[in-house]
């Protein structure tokens, strides 16, 4: 079955910074992108950043360029978002998303993980 | 402000036909791009409804249709179930932004 589980979410303070993590099973995870989408409370959702399959191309929403940070691991079938300098407005559900295809573009997200809570407040 | 634009909310009662539309522009639906919708159904995670302007996932009912002209696109749902009451996002990829973008959501209400 296909499954990604994410991780990671918490309370922190404004200004501080927060790793998530997302694991993937059950298929060939170096073959397809993955992205990161967020829904802050009652909001609707919003791409936060993306990732080809062999993680040479990268992208992110111009909301967290410079401060978030995608990365994943191949050999471990992970997926993880730096998240540095937060926000109060970065306060949301945080889904890892596995995209159709290898390569950022034209696909859609064909599985979402279960989602993980960051709130960021002092 | 969301790239692309829904409605708030639709409604019609059990049995009837409902559309939800998502008008995009020239960087992203207008460019060529796919439209795909997703559900998401209250406290739970989306679930991709529609893939590539008007394809079903297997398992989803034929109820659901989906289309594409120019710089929109809609959603149709057919005989309305209760069950299909929830939120629903139509999303592209906006080639100005080199990412992928969503509609502001559409909340569904049978009535």
């Known amino acids: 079955e296909v499954q990604l589980l994410d991780s990671g979410g918490g309370l922190v303070q404004p200004g501080g910074s927060l790793r998530l993590s997302c694991a993937a099973s059950?298929?060939?995870?170096?073959?397809?992108?993955m992205s990161w989408v967020r829904q802050a409370p009652g909001k609707g959702l919003e791409w936060v950043s993306g990732m080809t399959g062999g993680g040479r191309i990268i992208s992110y929403a111009d909301s967290v360029k410079g401060r978030f940070t995608i990365s994943r691991d191949n050999s471990k079938n992970t997926l993880d978002l730096q998240m540095k300098s937060l926000r109060v407005e970065d306060t949301a559900v945080y889904y890892c998303?596995?995209?159709?295809?290898?390569?950022?573009?034209?696909?859609?997200?064909?599985?979402w993980g279960k989602g993980t809570t960051v709130t960021v407040s002092s | 402000q969301s790239v692309l634009t829904q409605p708030p909310s639709v409604s019609g009662a059990p049995g009837q036909r409902v559309t939800i539309s998502c008008t995009g522009s020239s960087s992203n639906i207008g460019a060529g791009y796919d439209v795909h919708w997703y559900q998401q159904l209250p406290g739970t995670a989306p679930k991709v409804l529609i893939y590539?302007?008007?394809n079903r996932p297997s398992g989803v009912p034929d109820r659901f249709s989906g289309s594409k002209s120019g710089t929109s696109a809609s959603l149709a749902i057919t005989g309305l179930q209760a069950e299909d009451e929830a939120d629903y996002y139509c999303?592209?990829?906006?080639?100005?932004?080199?990412?992928?973008?969503f509609g502001g959501g559409t909340k569904l209400t049978v009535l």
């Open positions: 590539d302007n008007n």
């Open positions: 999303q592209s990829y906006d080639n100005s932004l080199s990412g992928w973008v």
């Open positions: 059950g298929f060939t995870f170096s073959s397809f992108a």
């Open positions: 998303a596995k995209m159709r295809g290898q390569l950022l573009g034209n696909y859609h997200m064909n599985v």
